[in-house]
C-alpha cells in the first residue's frame, strides 16, 4: 500500500513535466537518441510511457514530396511532437497508403488524439519488419487505455509479450518492463 502510494506521489509530482503529443497527455514522443539521453541520465522512464521512433527530423518542409519511409517517419514524428496540427492535417489528408509507412504515421496520429480504436485498426494493417516492436507496444498501449478497469491489464499482456518477442534490443526490452511496472502499480 505505501509502494502504491509512493509511486502516486512521484506521479503527480512528475506530471506537469510530461510533453504532451497532440491532444494525449498520457505519452512522450522521443527519438531513439532522446530516450538513450533520459536513461543515461537516470531520468524517468517508468512513469512517462515513452513511444521511441527511430529518429525526428526538423526539415519538414519537403514532406509532400518525400518517398523514403524512414524519412516521413522522421518527419511527422518531429511535426507530432511539435504540434504541427494545420501541416498534420493537411499531410494526413494527402498522404495516400501506398507507401507503408503511412499506416503507422497514422496510428501515431490517432493515438495523439485519444482515438485508439481507430489507432489499432491502422496498426493491424501495418506490416513492416523494422516496426514490428513498435507496433505491438502501440497496439498493447492502445487496448490498455481502452480497458474500462485498468486493474484488469492481464487482457493485454499478449501484446507486451509479442513486442517483446520481436525484439533483441535490451532497451527495448527494458521499455516493455517499464510498461508492465506503470500498469500494475497505478
Same mark, same amino acid.
Given at each position: 500500500m505505501i509502494r502504491k502510494l509512493l509511486f502516486l506521489l512521484l506521479l503527480f509530482i512528475t506530471l506537469p513535466l510530461s510533453a504532451?503529443?497532440?491532444?494525449?497527455?498520457?505519452?512522450?514522443?522521443?527519438?531513439?537518441?532522446?530516450?538513450?539521453?533520459?536513461?543515461?541520465?537516470?531520468?524517468?522512464?517508468?512513469?512517462?510511457?515513452?513511444?521511441?521512433?527511430?529518429?525526428?527530423?526538423?526539415t519538414i518542409n519537403d514532406i509532400f514530396i518525400t518517398t523514403d519511409?524512414?524519412?516521413?517517419?522522421?518527419k511527422f514524428s518531429f511535426m507530432l511532437k511539435k504540434n504541427k496540427s494545420s501541416l498534420i492535417e493537411e499531410y494526413l489528408s494527402d498522404c495516400t497508403n501506398k507507401l507503408e509507412i503511412n499506416k503507422l504515421i497514422k496510428a501515431l496520429y490517432y493515438l495523439s488524439q485519444n482515438n485508439y480504436e481507430t489507432a489499432i485498426s491502422y496498426l493491424e494493417k501495418f506490416e513492416m519488419e523494422d516496426f514490428r516492436f513498435l507496433k505491438f507496444l502501440l497496439i498493447a498501449d492502445?487496448?490498455?487505455?481502452?480497458?474500462?478497469?485498468?486493474?484488469?491489464? $492481464?487482457?493485454?499482456? &499478449?501484446?507486451?509479450? #509479442?513486442?517483446?518477442?520481436?525484439?533483441?534490443?535490451?532497451?527495448? $526490452?527494458?521499455?516493455? &518492463?517499464?510498461?508492465? #511496472?506503470?500498469?500494475?502499480?497505478?
Open positions: 504532451r503529443i497532440g491532444a494525449n497527455s498520457n505519452f512522450w514522443l522521443l527519438s531513439q537518441t532522446e530516450y538513450n539521453l533520459k536513461i543515461d541520465k537516470g531520468q524517468n522512464v517508468v512513469l512517462n510511457r515513452c513511444i521511441v521512433v527511430p529518429d525526428l527530423d526538423s519511409e524512414e524519412s516521413l517517419l522522421a492502445c487496448y490498455y487505455e481502452l480497458l474500462p478497469d485498468k486493474r484488469n491489464y $492481464k487482457t493485454i499482456m &499478449d501484446y507486451y509479450q #509479442k513486442a517483446m518477442d520481436s525484439t533483441e534490443d535490451e532497451q527495448n $526490452k527494458s521499455m516493455i &518492463d517499464n510498461r508492465i #511496472k506503470f500498469i500494475k502499480y497505478l
